[in-house]
């Protein structure tokens, strides 16, 4: 089973304020997950303002705006897709990744 592990930063998150530490809490969790063979993809996001979004009008075509398609003051930052045996599995390396990123997470199921 795949599932999303996805962190969330606020809208103004600033990747200064990351430590060393921090960085290195997240790569220690990649190499676990990596040599666990559960980590199918990961990556992280630009910042939000950089998003557009597009949406189909009635008129049939594309309207492209600047900036995320929900207005909240969190995103997602970055995400890991990982492939492991159940949703307890997930549980445990979404809450490794909350506590390596300093950052709420979410775990979804895929279809």
Not at 35 to 49: D, E, K, M, S, Y
């Amino acid at each position: 089973m795949q599932y999303l592990v996805a962190i969330y930063r606020p809208d103004d998150y600033d990747d200064a304020r990351e430590s060393a530490a921090m960085a290195a809490d997240i790569d220690a969790l990649n190499r676990d997950m990596v040599a666990a063979g559960v980590r199918t993809f990961v990556g992280g996001l630009q910042p939000v303002r950089r998003a557009r979004s597009l949406r189909a009008s009635a008129a049939g075509d594309t309207v492209i705006t600047d900036g995320p398609y929900s207005e909240a003051k969190e995103h997602i930052g970055g995400f890991w897709v990982l492939e492991v045996a159940d949703l307890e599995a997930a549980l445990n390396w979404g809450s490794r990744a909350a506590v390596a990123c300093r950052a709420p997470v979410e775990v979804r199921p895929f279809y």
